[in-house]
C-alpha cells in the first residue's frame, strides 16, 4: 500500500499541444478520512478529450483547473477508510471528479457507490456504463432523436463515444456511417460493432466518401470532431437533420481563432438543428441510461473496448492518444490494481 | 387597366452584388383567367433578403429560380377575373408566390383570401400579419422560447421581421437588445418600439457595446444577419442559450466560401441551441399567429412600418436596399393601386 499521494498538478496553460513542464508529478503526504469522510484509493482514471479544454483559461463548461492546482479527472477507487455511514472499505466507488492522483478524501457528496456481484468488470463503470457511456446515449437518443431508417453519422468512430453511438444507433434501426482515422479502427467498428461503413478520413476525402455511403444524405450527425469533417457532413445533411455537438477535438489544441464550419449556412438551408451539450446536464438521468445500456450488455447488443495504460506517471503522455488518434475505445490508466476478486 | 404583363426574368445568376442584366423586364400578353382559375392583379410585392438566395444555384431549402423565368415573390393583388368558385372580382388574395409581375393566373392552389371590413390596412398583410410578421412570431416563440427576464438580441432590428421579433419578446417580459446600422433606426426601435437598447454597428463595436447592454448574458439570439455580429453573440451567450437561426444576409452576396463564426465552439460550451427554420414550416399554423397578433395590432401592442417604392420596374434596384441597409421596416413595391374603399 503506497504510502504517499502522487498528483499531477498544472504548473502552466499548454500552448496547442500540451508540453513537458505543463504538468508536474509532485509527491504529496498520503491523506487520511477525517469525521464523515472516506479515503479512496483511486483504480482507474479516465482520460477524455475534455481534459484538454480543462487546461485553457477560456470560457467553458466547468471553471478550468487553476494553476498550481491537481488537474481534474474522473476516476473509480475502492474506499480504504470510511468514517462515513453508508460506505465500508473495499466499496467500488465513482467519486464524482477525483483527479489525476493516488488518493481522494471526500465526504461522500456525488459519490456513488458500483453494485457487486453483477459480473460486470469495473472498466465497464468507466467507459460503456460511465460517463461516456451515457454521453453517447442521451446525445444520440435525447439530443439526435433518430428515427429507423435514418441515416448516422459518427465521427471519432472508435472512441469511447462515438463507438458506443453507433452501435445504439444499429439498434435503433438506423444506417451507421462512422468516420475514423485508420484502417483498424474502420474494420473494428464495422466487423465487430456493426457499422455499415467506416471512413478513414486520412485516406480518403471524406466529402466524396460520404457521399457514396449516405446515399439517402444525413439526419443525424454526432459530432465529435468539428473542423473540416463537420464541414463535409454539413454539405451533406437532409432537411431538419440533428446535430448533437458532444466534442471539437480537431480544435481543442488550435493556437488563434478557429473559423466555424464554411457550410455554416446549411443549418439555415436545411432547417437543421445544432445542440451543444455536457453530460453533467443529464447526471439526475444515468440511472435510466445504465438500466437499458446494461440490459444492452448483457444481451450481448453492446460491446465496448477499454485501452488501458499503465500507471499514473504515464497520464499526460496516454491523453496525448486521443489527440494523435492513437487509441481505439475509451482510454483509462490503471492507477492501481482492482481488489481481488 | 394595364394590358400586357410586365415580367422581370431572371437573365443570368449574380456574382455576388445583383447587376444590370441579371434580371431583363420583358413585356408579355396580359394573361387570360382560364375554367377553374382566377386572374389577380399584383398590387404589392414583397422584397425579402431570401429573393437573393433563389437568385442562385445553390442547395437551399427551395429550387433556385431557373434562368428565364419570372423572378419568384410573394404578392398581395385583387381578383379581376374569376371562373373558380369562391373568388369573386374584387377579392383581395394572396397568391401564395405570384412573381415579380403584374398579373397572376392561378387555379386558387394556395390563395388565401384577406377577410373584408376588419380595418386593417392591406399592407399588414404584406408584413406584421404575413410572412415576415409570422417569421417573427414563429421563430421567436417556438424556436427561441422566451422566457420573462431572459435578454433576447436581435440582428436586423430596424428589418421587417427584428422590429417585430423585439416587440413580441417585450410583450414577453424579456430585455430586448437590437442591433441595427443606423441611429436613426437604433432610434426608432427604441423610442417607438419599447428596445430596452439598440446598437449602431456602424459606429461601435459590436462586443463591447454587446457587454454594456447584456450585463446577463445573452439568453435568445434571434439571428437575421450572420458573420461578425453572430461571432460577437455567440461570444456572451448563456448556457443553453436558443439560436433561431432566420437568415444570414452579411453572406448572401459573398462570393466564395464563408467562414462560419469563430465562436462556433461556444454552441458546445454554453450547451446552446442553433437551429434553422423556414416559415414555410410554419403554414398550417399562420391563423394562429395571425389572430394573436392581430389582438396584439389591435390593442396597440404591435408596430409596424412600411417601407413602400412604386412600380415594379423599381424592384430590382429597391432589393438591393435590404443589403445596403438603406430601409426601415419591411419592403414593399406598390405595382398597382389598391381598389378604392
Redesign the interface.
Known amino acids: 500500500m503506497r504510502n504517499s499521494n502522487r498528483q499531477w498538478v498544472l504548473r502552466q496553460r499548454p500552448e496547442g499541444d500540451i508540453s513537458d513542464g505543463d504538468l508536474e508529478l509532485v509527491d504529496a503526504p498520503k491523506p487520511e478520512a477525517g469525521d464523515g469522510e472516506i479515503l479512496i484509493r483511486t483504480i482507474y482514471l479516465s482520460l477524455d478529450p475534455t481534459n484538454r479544454?480543462w487546461m485553457s483559461d477560456?470560457?467553458?463548461?466547468m471553471p478550468p483547473v487553476e494553476i498550481g492546482d491537481v488537474m481534474r479527472g474522473g476516476t473509480l477507487g475502492v474506499v480504504e477508510q470510511s468514517n462515513l455511514d453508508g460506505f465500508d472499505v473495499g466499496d467500488i466507488v465513482v467519486p464524482g471528479l477525483g483527479g489525476w492522483q493516488d488518493y481522494t478524501v471526500s465526504d461522500g457528496t456525488g459519490v456513488s457507490k458500483i453494485p457487486a456481484g453483477l459480473g460486470i468488470p469495473l472498466d465497464a463503470f468507466m467507459s460503456v456504463l460511465g460517463a461516456t457511456g451515457m454521453t453517447a446515449y442521451f446525445g444520440l437518443l435525447e439530443i439526435g432523436q433518430p428515427k429507423a431508417g435514418e441515416t448516422v453519422v459518427v465521427s471519432a468512430a472508435a472512441g469511447a463515444v462515438g463507438s458506443t453511438v453507433g452501435q445504439i444507433a444499429k439498434i435503433k434501426g438506423c444506417r451507421v456511417v462512422g468516420i475514423a482515422g485508420s484502417d483498424e479502427k474502420c474494420k473494428w467498428v464495422v466487423d465487430d460493432l456493426g457499422f455499415d461503413a467506416c471512413i478513414n478520413y486520412k485516406k480518403e476525402n471524406v466529402l466524396e466518401a460520404l457521399r457514396r455511403e449516405c446515399p439517402n444524405g444525413i439526419d443525424v450527425n454526432f459530432e465529435n470532431v468539428?473542423g473540416e469533417i463537420l464541414d463535409a457532413v454539413l454539405t451533406l445533411i437532409n432537411?431538419n437533420a440533428r446535430i448533437p455537438?458532444?466534442?471539437?477535438i480537431s480544435?481543442y489544441n488550435a493556437e488563434g481563432?478557429?473559423?466555424?464550419?464554411?457550410?455554416?449556412?446549411?443549418?439555415?438551408?436545411?432547417?437543421?438543428?445544432?445542440?451543444?451539450?455536457?453530460i453533467i446536464?443529464f447526471l439526475e438521468r444515468f440511472a435510466e441510461g445504465q438500466a437499458e445500456m446494461g440490459q444492452w450488455l448483457a444481451e450481448g447488443k453492446l460491446k465496448y473496448r477499454t485501452d488501458i495504460v499503465d500507471g499514473l506517471e504515464t497520464a499526460p503522455k496516454a491523453l496525448d492518444r486521443l489527440f494523435t488518434g492513437e487509441n481505439i475505445g475509451k482510454l483509462l490508466v490503471r492507477v492501481s490494481d482492482e481488489p481481488a476478486a
Chains 1, 2 share one sequence.
Request: some cysteine; proline content about 6%.
Open positions: 479544454i477560456m470560457d467553458q463548461y468539428g432537411d455537438l458532444c466534442g471539437l480544435t481563432d478557429v473559423p466555424g464550419p464554411y457550410m455554416f449556412r446549411n443549418i439555415l438551408m436545411k432547417r437543421a438543428r445544432v445542440e451543444g451539450f455536457i446536464d
